[in-house]
């Protein structure tokens, strides 16, 4: 997963796209729905493309679901 491969933290991350760190755990679970402004803001701060998060062959957002 692109946060742990930068060693952020949910709550650092969370802290760059401003939102709560339980929110952007339900996100990476695929259990809270996410807005395409969210997707872009994440991808943002993992200097990644937005198409990098997304897992179109099982509909989850993140493509991995690792805690941290």
């Not at 679970?29 to 997707?39: E, K, S």
């Amino acid at each position: 997963m692109e946060r742990v491969r930068r060693d952020l933290s949910q709550e650092a991350l969370a802290h760059l796209v401003a939102t709560t760190q339980s929110h952007l755990s339900e996100i990476e679970r695929g259990v809270a729905a996410v807005q395409l402004d969210m997707i872009a803001r994440i991808a943002d701060a993992l200097l990644v493309e937005p198409m990098t998060l997304l897992d179109l062959h099982t509909g989850n957002t993140l493509r991995n679901t690792e805690q941290n």
